[in-house]
């Protein structure tokens, strides 16, 4: 059985991983992010920073659960970002809505909470699928990413309670 700091260190690496893939396609491939990618990237930097802090950290049987927590309420967004990324790419074309200029200008353009959900919704750019691996695009990697992640954080709040029992 893995320990409560392997697990975190295996996610925060694989995170790492993944935001260094995400951004070798970015500047080596040139592939442009859309908004909805740069959720998921935040999103895989906030479960990987949280792994990093319980690894580094390691704390008792109440902080295992806080960061278990923490971490899977941060995959739950990424997947919900992956899921609408998904939807999008697989909706029909009068479905999907208009192509916004870049997230710096949404962000410049407008309101903080009319930015977030236009980022949220995803735009016309999301739609576009430019690439794809063993017949899984990348918002589709991100998801299986996401429910391993959170299967993990899962993994830990089980483990916490099997072999740290709450004391009277």
Known sequence: MLEFRTTNAIVFLACVGLLATAYYMEYV??????????????AFVLVGLTCLAGFLHNPGRRGRISYSIVQLSFCVIGAASAGRHIWLQNAPVDKIPECFPGISTIFARNPLFDAVAIVFSGTGECAEISWTFLGLTIPEWAMVAFVCFAFAAIYQLVRIRKTHPKTA
């Open 29 to 42: 491939m040139y592939l442009e992010p859309c908004p909805l990618c740069m959720v998921q990237r935040i």
